[in-house]
């Protein structure tokens, strides 16, 4: 049992204002009679019920402070507040019998408000412990809330009355607050049989009950009642039988004084000059190197931490080694910090990647911060731009508006126009994140943004106002494509209709789209032009949200061709794009050209976005038209003396690609893979596309580890060929550059954690390490040789007929 089962907090030491939030009602709303005649009616039917949800709290039985009330809902059958009450009554005030009463008041009838029905809930359980998570509460109908102890209008269903539903949703509470472990495809099993039991209870039952959903808010740990003043909780009596008596230990979690004291003491005394000259003995040397090998996910232990401090001043020359110091300083000691920040300041320059750790939520202090910026102002406007949607998300972790972050990254965008227009938008695509203080720095970062480009000339020394206002078209362009698909979705007819109505559109009602005013910075490609939209090469692809693929002109006499969604959330394609292309810059340096297809993913907003369109086509279409990927390339690198009838270099393209992108979706995790969604260029360049699943997830139960269909094995010549030794090697060669710069993408991810990217959102310390397990840094360079060989083969055998289970599991996968 973890250490974590015995932790808890005090209701007398919490002092923060008693919040919750009102969800939602569920149920029809019970028939009232109508003034006039006197005949039974649904409310919903002669007119919309306007609704809101009377909060009030009750003290051992009597009122205390101030109802609440929630704002006024009308939305028809569902009822949904979503609405955080804030009491001015405090956690520490409560005790163990203080109640929430519930009151719904309908007032659509007029001066009368109608009374709809009431609940009330014990703050605390039977265990003396605050709940936690959503509350099902079943309104007594006609009665208003009584707070009285005990109460008549009790929300929890009587245990005779429950049935499977109550079951399940006491369950499914349970989950949300972590208590039953997370199954991905599991949960998506369970969750569907679960709506399908809602339903029929549903049909079943009819209005006869109303339920109000409450959302109590949770802590690291469970809140145990005590109150104030209180030294000690007393037992209950403890009967004359075997029954087990929980005893809670206020001092249970807390360091032992005893040990907090020998830790002060030895840091004060090693504080000075008496450990300058200090140097570790060779087993201590050991230790110390295994530290600053850890990965920057890994929390160092007590004694790690005093043997980092003891000898701190001859690691000063290591520049690995000041992320791990900086990490066992205790920031709370005024002197300790001074001197850290002091050391830190003579300490050997990090590198740009350590830097990026700086900036996660690990670190609070300012100055250290600011020193993460001034190592990141060594970098060039290329790699800067590799990190920009990371340092985007950093700001979520700054503790004032105008931070030195925010302030370099205007700085750096002055004079750059590509940087410029991706933090912008960036910036604007995070301005109504969930995390309001976030949202306002991205808000300031804009404004200032905008303030400096302004007064700065541009980058060939246009006007700041016209760069700025070049800037803002790019937000007018899509707003009018969105407006285009709203009018397209809405023809009626197949994919041609709808694409005639696009090209009449284009060319007839917008006709401005067709040659812009003036020309537009590309959003994806800032540094070039586009001057209109070409409209008899703009189509629409066959799919439910119905993306736009648009040819644009470019001012420099060509065509560009991009790929406009709406009502689709590209933000986690955008950064997997984005690991791509720096995976492909990190193989480029070692001089190893995997020949990737890193294309431009851009997200204009939290439901919209831009993406490259690649002439290409899928496997699945390649295999049914021509039966073979070489019979495809032979019909574009046609070579008598070639390998399979094609030219070498074509092949050599296919087998680099694929060795690339084989590495790249293991390490990132990607998930549900098929033919569609692998494509191929003329070229033989193959690549990825749809990253909808990453980190691990698929839709599809056992997928293989590494995502290798036989299609592409048997156009290297099949699994005992020259060529598909080759790939193994490329693909071996690959991952051992790759895990070199495991600090980097652990880094990265970590500055993600508080986004809104789905696959990380759900557990950001869950997805972090299984891509740190990806690396497998308990390996050497050798060892991984082989470990990843294992994996290849482990693969490959899945997709040919063998006799064992789990391989015909893996070839369904790809069927």
């Known amino acids: 049992m973890s250490g974590n089962e015995f932790r808890f907090f005090l209701s007398c030491d919490i002092n923060l204002p008693v919040t919750f939030r009102?969800?939602?009602?569920?149920?029809?709303?019970?028939?009232?009679?109508?003034p006039n005649s006197g005949i039974d009616s649904a409310i919903t039917d002669d007119r919309k019920a306007e609704l809101y949800v009377e909060c009030a709290l009750y003290i051992d039985g009597a009122p205390f402070g101030l109802p609440m009330r929630t704002r006024l809902e009308s939305s028809g059958v569902s009822y949904r507040w979503n609405e955080l009450i804030t009491l001015s009554t405090k956690y520490r005030d409560l005790t163990a019998h203080s109640q929430l009463a519930f009151t719904v008041w309908d007032v659509s009838c007029g001066k009368d408000e109608g009374l709809i029905g009431g609940a009330t809930i014990l703050l605390f359980n039977s265990k003396m412990q605050l709940k936690t998570g959503k509350q099902k509460l079943r309104l007594w109908l006609g009665k208003e809330a009584d707070g009285s102890f005990p109460t008549a209008t009790p929300g929890k269903v009587p245990r005779h009355e429950r049935g499977e539903?109550?079951?399940?949703?006491?369950?499914?509470?349970k989950y949300e607050r972590k208590q039953i472990p997370s199954v991905d495809w599991l949960d998506r099993l369970t969750f569907k049989a679960l709506e399908k039991i809602k339903e029929r209870e549903s049909s079943r039952n009819g209005s006869s009950h109303l339920y109000l959903v409450i959302d109590f808010c949770g802590f690291e740990h469970r809140v145990v009642f005590q109150e104030s003043g209180a030294n000690f909780l007393l037992p209950s009596?403890?009967?004359?039988?075997?029954?087990?008596?929980?005893?809670?230990?206020?001092?249970?979690?807390?360091?032992?004084?005893s040990e907090h004291k020998q830790l002060k003491l030895a840091r004060s005394l090693?504080?000075?000059?008496?450990?300058r000259d200090l140097k570790p003995s060779s087993n201590e040397r050991k230790s110390i190197q295994r530290i600053l090998k850890y990965p920057p996910t890994r929390t160092l232990s007590g004694d790690e931490r005093q043997l980092l401090w003891k000898?701190?001043?001859?690691?000063?020359?290591?520049?690995?080694?000041?992320?791990?110091?900086?990490?066992?300083?205790?920031?709370?000691?005024?002197?300790?910090?001074?001197q850290a920040l002091d050391m830190m300041g003579r300490w050997e320059t990090i590198d740009v990647c350590d830097a990026l750790e700086l900036l996660s939520p690990v670190f609070g202090s300012e100055e250290v911060r600011a020193y993460a910026v001034s190592v990141l102002e060594r970098a060039d406007d290329e790699e800067l731009q590799c990190y920009l949607l990371q340092l985007v998300q950093a700001l979520r972790f700054e503790r004032s508006d105008k931070s030195?972050?925010?302030?370099?990254?205007?700085?750096?965008?002055?004079?750059?126009?590509?940087?410029?227009?991706?933090?912008?938008?960036?910036?604007?695509?995070?301005?109504h994140d969930h995390d309001p203080a976030y949202a306002k720095r991205c808000f300031c970062t804009y404004e200032i943004l905008e303030e400096n480009i302004k007064l700065a000339d541009g980058p060939n020394g246009e006007d700041g106002f016209k760069v700025w206002n070049s800037l803002l078209r790019q937000k007018e362009l899509t707003a009018q494509l969105c407006s285009i698909m709203r009018d397209v979705r809405n023809v009626r007819g197949n994919t041609q209709k709808k694409i005639e109505k696009l090209r009449q559109l284009l060319s007839g009602l917008l006709s401005e789209l067709t040659y812009f005013e003036e020309p537009i910075r590309s959003p994806l490609t800032p540094g070039g032009l586009i001057t209109g939209i070409v409209p008899s090469e703009s189509s629409i692809f066959k799919s439910a949200l119905h993306p736009l693929r648009l040819t644009f002109r470019t001012q420099s006499g060509g065509t560009c061709k991009v790929i406009f969604k709406k009502g689709d959330d590209i933000r986690q394609d955008q950064l997997v794009i984005q690991m791509v292309s720096l995976m492909d810059r990190l193989l480029k340096l070692e001089n190893l050209d995997?020949?990737?297809?890193?294309?431009?993913?851009?997200?204009?907003?939290?439901?919209?976005?831009?993406?490259?369109?690649?002439?290409?086509?899928?496997?699945?279409?390649?295999?049914?038209?021509?039966?073979?990927?070489?019979?495809?390339?032979?019909?574009?690198?046609?070579?008598?003396?070639?390998?399979?009838?094609?030219?070498?270099?074509?092949?050599?393209?296919?087998?680099?690609?694929?060795?690339?992108?084989?590495?790249?979706?293991?390490?990132?995790?990607?998930?549900?893979?098929?033919?569609?969604?692998?494509?191929?260029?003329?070229?033989?360049?193959?690549?990825?596309?749809?990253?909808?699943?990453?980190?691990?997830?698929?839709?599809?139960?056992?997928p293989p580890p590494m995502k290798l269909c036989k299609e592409m094995v048997e156009a290297m010549g099949g699994a005992e060929s020259q060529f598909y030794t080759r790939f193994k090697s490329y693909c071996c060669e690959a991952y051992n550059i790759l895990r070199k710069s495991n600090n980097l993408f652990l880094n990265l991810f970590h500055l993600m954690a508080g986004s809104n990217i789905p696959d990380i959102a759900t557990d950001p310390e869950k997805s972090i390490l299984k891509l740190q397990e990806k690396f497998r840094l308990d390996l050497d360079d050798e060892a991984a040789i082989h470990f990843f060989q294992d994996v290849i083969n482990e693969s490959v055998s899945a997709l040919f007929p063998q006799m064992v289970e789990t391989i015909h599991r893996w070839a369904q996968y790809w069927r």
Not at 22 to 34: D, F, H, I, Q
Not at 165 to 173: D, P, T, Y
């Open 594 to 702: 995997l020949h990737l297809t890193p294309y431009k993913v851009l997200a204009t907003g939290q439901d919209e976005g831009m993406l490259e369109f690649i002439p290409s086509r899928s496997l699945a279409q390649i295999l049914s038209e021509h039966r073979s990927i070489i019979s495809y390339l032979q019909k574009f690198h046609p070579d008598e003396h070639g390998p399979f009838g094609i030219t070498a270099t074509c092949l050599e393209t296919f087998i680099k690609s694929c060795a690339g992108y084989s590495v790249i979706t293991y390490i990132l995790g990607i998930g549900d893979r098929h033919l569609d969604n692998l494509l191929l260029r003329d070229d033989g360049r193959l690549f990825h596309v749809d990253f909808g699943f990453i980190l691990g997830r698929d839709p599809k139960p056992f």
């Open 311 to 338: 000898f701190r001043f001859s690691l000063m020359s290591e520049k690995k080694a000041l992320t791990k110091f900086l990490r066992c300083v205790e920031w709370s000691d005024v002197q300790e910090a001074k």
């Open 22 to 34: 009102v969800e939602r009602l569920e149920g029809l709303l019970p028939s009232t009679k109508s």
């Open 165 to 173: 539903l109550e079951r399940l949703e006491k369950l499914v509470n």
């Open 270 to 275: 090693t504080r000075g000059i008496i450990d």
């Open 237 to 257: 009596p403890i009967a004359s039988t075997n029954e087990l008596v929980i005893v809670w230990d206020p001092e249970m979690g807390k360091i032992n004084p």
């Open 404 to 431: 030195r972050l925010s302030q370099f990254l205007v700085h750096r965008s002055i004079n750059n126009i590509e940087l410029a227009s991706y933090l912008r938008w960036y910036l604007y695509v995070e301005l």
